[in-house]
T-cell receptor, first 113, second 111 residues
């Protein structure tokens, strides 16, 4: 099975722009979660999707949004980028349930200049 | 979300056993205990999980206290490749698959 694929791997954007990141989960996984990792705040939960529905959202401003498609692929969007949005964005997929393991992608490194 | 507490850092010598502790005194009866690790420049990687009983897999063992308020991840023979940040996470049973990461334990392994 192919692992979780995130594209692009690296991205440089300018303040005020918007960005869309993509995540392709492992085949058969319907649960996708997104995380932001920065040196100062560590790994923080952004939001999770299951069967195209957002189930939970972390404590992030409305500039951060996401969606999930019928094939379980997910995208996250950040509008009006700020310097502080520079981070590693990680996506994880899993089968549903607390007794299952999550598989992470390699992440997208976003730099805002 | 129930909280976990881990030491900031630990050290080990190669080929020695390592015991990584985690306290989770507010755990609910249906929370699973998960461990993940993150090697430098990589995404987190699943290590092991359990509910009540001790668990073993090819990577590690998980020892869960009888009252479930603490657990210990055991690496039987540390290798240099085990140097990573280890996260202990409680995962709720229903309606969510999210992982709430704490600060984790940075494990250093010396040759």
């Amino acid at each position: 099975k192919a692992g979780v694929t995130q594209t692009p791997r690296y991205l440089i954007k300018t303040r005020g722009q918007q960005v869309t990141l993509s995540c392709s989960p492992i085949s058969g996984h319907r649960s996708v979660s997104w995380y932001q990792q920065t040196p100062g705040q560590g790994l923080q939960f952004l939001f999770e999707y299951f069967s195209e529905t957002q189930r939970n959202k972390g404590n992030f401003p409305g500039r951060f949004s996401g969606r999930q498609f019928s094939n379980s692929r997910s995208e996250m969007n950040v509008s009006t980028l700020e310097l502080g949005d520079s981070a590693l964005y990680l996506c994880a997929s899993s089968e549903e349930g607390a007794g299952t393991e999550a598989f992470f992608g390699q992440g997208t490194r976003l730099t805002v200049v | 979300d129930a909280k976990t507490t881990q030491p900031n850092s630990m050290e080990s010598n190669e080929e020695e056993p390592v015991h990584l502790p985690c306290n989770h005194s507010t755990i609910s009866g249906t929370d699973y205990i998960h461990w993940y690790r993150q090697l430098p420049s990589q995404g987190p990687e699943y290590v092991i999980h359990g509910l009540t009983s001790n668990v073993n897999n090819r990577m590690a063992s998980l020892a869960i206290a009888e009252d479930r308020k603490s657990s210990t991840l055991i690496l039987h023979r540390a290798t240099l490749r085990d140097a990573a940040v280890y996260y202990c996470i409680l995962r709720a049973l229903r309606n969510t698959d999210k992982l709430i990461f704490g600060t984790g334990t940075r494990l250093q392994v010396f040759p």
